[in-house]
């Protein structure tokens, strides 16, 4: 595995691959990425992982100095999965100011990005950048991300890249929560209570599949659970999963996200929801 810290190198390294699968990544790096890392040998002959913590994603308040930058011990744990690993300095990756962005679809300024503005614009951007940077065949993210997801499949369509987006399914604990490198901002008691959020999801898909279709009320009633547990609730909804627009009853194929702080640490999660015909 080699690892390679600037885009000439790169570029140099994949001029003869003919099948490259991508997984990009912030780091801090846990079994959710290494099961993409994995999934990637499926889709490709050469695997690459990035490895960069993007500045443009984050807001003035939000965690960028604090997260938690491991490079040594994320390339111990891909050694063996990749066979190369793109870890960029932000000098690399933006020698200029960056005054060129992608300008995200309108989905962008709700759920996630109603509290986070701008955030979808800095992620498409970088995204971006590493596609072009990298030249993959395939491109692999978690569907954790549900929203990033729906947004990076509609630039890569529209700017007719010729990349195959794969969306994997979430990795979770033992006990559900779903896997990401914030989990580790938790107190032990808020571990404990983290899992609340996909179990009040989970009880929002059985509630629709036994025939609810009040889906106000379905949301109204998981966020007061959730507020009685400590949480601040940013979103929760069911939305349709074509266009993340609000959940109507003529669509068969929902998803239900959730953004949420416990303490000081903003979970994510979500569950699709596939109805009968």
Known sequence: MQVISTIAELRARLSDELAIAFVPT??????GHLDLVRLARDHGSCVVASIFVNPLQFGPNEDFDRYPR???ADCAKLQGLADVVFAPSVDEMYPVQQTVFIEPP???NELCGASRPGHFRGM?????????IVQPQA????KKDYQQLHIIRQMVGQLNLPIRIVGAETV?????????SRNQYLSETERGEAVSLYRTLQEIRQAILQGERNFEQLQQRAVETLAAGG??????????QSDLQPASHAQRELVLLAAARLGNTRLLDNIEVCLAD
């Open 26 to 31: 912030m780091g801090n790096l846990h079994e």
């Open 70 to 72: 491991t490079l040594e």
């Open 106 to 108: 309108p989905i962008a």
């Open 124 to 132: 498409a951007t970088v995204v971006l950048k590493l596609l072009n």
């Open 139 to 142: 491109a692999l993210f978690g």
């Open 172 to 180: 979770r604990a033992a006990d559900g929560l779903a896997l990401s």
């Open 231 to 240: 949480w601040q609730v940013d979103y929760l909804a069911v939305r349709n």
